[in-house]
Every structure is written in structure tokens, then in C-alpha cells.
């Protein structure tokens, strides 16, 4: 069960979450804690709340004296290092590191779950980036007591990757690059929302990323959110999990019109006896996404919105970004 988990987390991270249909493999529990940067967004708004600690509780860098020598073990954290133009400082990556192309110049240290810390420590950083999970707290123990300075960071929600471009700019020396960055997803975001905001009747949809058991995206998830500005009625919106499993005696008496997948998922749900029982996948009622793009909360959340837009509603193709 370990194994599984720790291969969903890595499917996660290589932004691959709405391709998953391999049945081998199973959710993790999403438990990051304590107070944190991410913890301190207030829903709704671009601009997050000031936070002076990570998700793990440890006081954020206001500086970048740290920053001589990078390890990123978190993927949406490397993407977004690139996005500023501070990858000139990464020493190393984790291996599921798979945006922006150039990442494969950086060597590869390991996983981004429960990385050995031995290696890590062989690229002497100044500083390791980590991704917030409970899995990852004993790393950032090991590696404060190895006297490197650590930041983990979790991306569950839109107001979080700007909190994570906030923090990552002041502490890689890149600030206004890093605002720059989030004002133009944020334009681009406000630009679709601005176009579906008078649609009455939005489509109820259901977001499946994973077969059996069923497990759907929920209202704790940046896809959620994705759904809400593209002009969709995502049907799990009032779970506060990001990817809830549920029934499909839920999900069929939720009645969605549109089923959201990945050009690899459409026969893979179409031909599922199981799925079959909802009759939007009967009536192979389709909307498909591409993953590369809708599965990383990362710089790509304008692309991805403007991705989703055009599909459930082909009419505002023309007038989208």
C-alpha cells in the first residue's frame, strides 16, 4: 500500500493526476499540517495573506541569503524557480521533475517523497525546497540538523501558487520576477472568467482521476477551481478534499452531463462496466483535456483555464486568450 501511495504522490508531481488510469496504483492521503504559507490564503482573493512560516511550521527565509546552492525535491516549486529566472541556482531536482524542458539539465538527486537524505546532502545546498507532505517531515528534521535550511510548500489551491511564487521570489532573490509571474496567470485566469461569467447554465461535470475505486476531483483542488472560471458546475464541489473517493452510486445520483478526461481515459472509462453506469459515459458525453497542461498547478493555470474553456464551451474559442 505504501508503494502505491508513494507512486501516486509521484504522478502528482509530474503532473500527470488527471492521466492516471492504472488501476495498480492508489491515492494518498493529503496531510500536510500546521501553519503555514499556504494555510494563510484567504480563499477567493489572487493576493495571499502575509505568512512569516512553510507548511511545515519553519519560519520563511525574508532574504536570499540561503539561496547560493537550490535543491527543489518539489516539482511545481522547480517549475516556478524557472518561471522567475532563478534556476541558474539549482544544484538538483527529484526525479519526477518534468517542466520546463531545460529541468533536464539539473542532475536528479531522487524522489520527492522521502528522498534519502544522504544524497541530497552530496549536492551541498544552502537550501532544499520540499513538497509539504507528513512523509517529508523527518527529511526537513534531518536536513535542519544537518544545518541546511529547508522550505516546504504544497500547491492544493490557485491562491497558493501565488503564495508559493511570493515566498520562492523573496527567498531566491527574484521578488519582482516572481510578481510579474503571478499577475499574468491571474490576468489570464480574470480574462477567462470574465468570458464565462455570463453563462446561465453551466454543465455539470465530473472530473474522474482514477478507476477503481472511483475517486473524483473535489472542491479542495485547484481543479475545482479551474472548473469554476471556465465555466463548469463541477458536481463534488462541496467536498473540501482535493480528490475524494467516492461511490458510484454518488457520482451517478449527482447526475453530471459531461464526463472530464484525457485522450488515454476515454476508453478506459467508456469500456469500465463499473463507469458504465453512469449515463454520461453510456452516452460517451466526453470532454476531453490534456493533462500536461489542466494536471499542473504550476505556471500553466491561465493555459489550463483557457484549455478548459475551449472545450466545454467550443462557441467562445474565438474569444478566448
Request: charged share 20%.
Amino acid at each position: 500500500m505504501e508503494r502505491r501511495a508513494r507512486r501516486w504522490l509521484a504522478l502528482v508531481f509530474s503532473a500527470a493526476v488527471a492521466a492516471c488510469t492504472d488501476s495498480e496504483r492508489s491515492p494518498a492521503a493529503r496531510d500536510a499540517a500546521g501553519v503555514s504559507a499556504a494555510q494563510a490564503v484567504q480563499p477567493g482573493l489572487r493576493a495571499p495573506a502575509p505568512a512569516d512560516t512553510d507548511d511545515f511550521g519553519a519560519p520563511l527565509p525574508v532574504d536570499a541569503r540561503y539561496a547560493d546552492r537550490v535543491v527543489s525535491l518539489n516539482p511545481a516549486a522547480t517549475e516556478a524557480i524557472f518561471a522567475i529566472g532563478a534556476h541558474a541556482k539549482l544544484v538538483g531536482r527529484s526525479r519526477w521533475d518534468q517542466y520546463p524542458a531545460e529541468v533536464s539539465r539539473i542532475p536528479a538527486i531522487g524522489d520527492g517523497i522521502r528522498p534519502a537524505v544522504e544524497a541530497v546532502l552530496v549536492a551541498k545546498p544552502t537550501l532544499v525546497i520540499l513538497y509539504a507532505t507528513a512523509e517529508n517531515r523527518a527529511v526537513a528534521e534531518a536536513l535542519a540538523s544537518a544545518g541546511v535550511r529547508t522550505i516546504a510548500l504544497r500547491v492544493d489551491r490557485i491562491a497558493q501558487f501565488h503564495a508559493q511564487l511570493r515566498v520562492l521570489g523573496i527567498a531566491l532573490g527574484a521578488p519582482e520576477r516572481a510578481a510579474a509571474v503571478s499577475d499574468s496567470v491571474q490576468r489570464t485566469l480574470e480574462r477567462v472568467r470574465a468570458l464565462t461569467r455570463p453563462i446561465a447554465e453551466r454543465p455539470a461535470v465530473v472530473w474522474p482521476v482514477w478507476n477503481t475505486p472511483p475517486m473524483v476531483i473535489g472542491g479542495g483542488s485547484y481543479m475545482d477551481e479551474l472548473l469554476e472560471i471556465a465555466g463548469a458546475r463541477n458536481v463534488f464541489h462541496e467536498s473540501a478534499q482535493p480528490s475524494p473517493t467516492v461511490s458510484m452510486e454518488e457520482i451517478v445520483a449527482r447526475a453530471p452531463a459531461l464526463v472530464l478526461v484525457s485522450a488515454r481515459q476515454v476508453a478506459s472509462f467508456g469500456n469500465d462496466q463499473t463507469w458504465r453506469a453512469l449515463p454520461a459515459v453510456r452516452a460517451k458525453r466526453f470532454v476531453v483535456h490534456d493533462p500536461a497542461v489542466t494536471g499542473r498547478p504550476s505556471v500553466v493555470l491561465g493555459m489550463a483555464a483557457v484549455q478548459l474553456a475551449r472545450v466545454l464551451h467550443p462557441t467562445l474559442a474565438d474569444s478566448l486568450p
